[in-house]
Nanobody
Framework: QVQLVESGGGLVQAGGSLRLSCAAS????????MGWYRQSPGKQRELVAV???????NYADFVKGRFTISRDNAKNTVYLQMNSLKPEDTAVYYC???????????????WGQGTQVTVSS
C-alpha cells in the first residue's frame, strides 16, 4: 500500500516560519498531484496549496505570498514553507497525494496522518 508521512509541525510565534514535509512511499507508479490541507476545530478541512507533477501550483487566497509549496519528484516528497505565520494559521495540516500504484490503472487519493501547527500571538 501507500503511506504518507508528514513532519515539521510545531509551535511558533506569530511572524515566524515552519517547513512541513510529506514523503510518500509504497508501490507508487506516478504521483499526479500533491498538496496540503488544514483543519481547525469546528471547521471543515480546507485546501492550502497543491502542486502538480509539472510544478504547476495553486494556493488558497489566505496563504498567497506567505506559503510556498514545492516537491521533489525523485523522493516523492512535497514541502510547504510557511512564513509570516498568523494565529489563524493554527490547525492540523494534512498531506494529500493523488497517485497511481504499480499495476493499477486507476488513481486514488491518499492522506497523511496530520501534523499540528500552532501559532501563538
Amino acid at each position: 500500500q501507500v503511506q504518507l508521512v508528514e513532519s515539521g509541525g510545531g509551535l511558533v510565534q506569530a511572524g515566524g516560519s515552519l517547513r512541513l514535509s510529506c514523503a510518500a512511499s509504497g508501490r507508487i507508479f506516478s504521483i499526479k498531484t500533491m498538496g496540503w490541507y488544514r483543519q481547525s476545530p469546528g471547521k471543515q478541512r480546507e485546501l492550502v496549496a497543491v502542486i502538480t507533477s509539472n510544478d504547476s501550483t495553486n494556493y488558497a487566497d489566505f496563504v498567497k505570498g506567505r506559503f510556498t509549496i514545492s516537491r521533489d519528484n525523485a523522493k516523492n516528497t512535497v514541502y510547504l514553507q510557511m512564513n509570516s505565520l498568523k494565529p489563524e494559521d493554527t490547525a492540523v495540516y494534512y498531506c494529500n497525494a493523488k497517485l497511481q500504484m504499480v499495476a493499477d490503472p486507476y488513481e486514488y487519493a491518499y492522506w497523511g496522518q496530520g501534523t499540528q501547527v500552532t501559532v501563538s500571538s
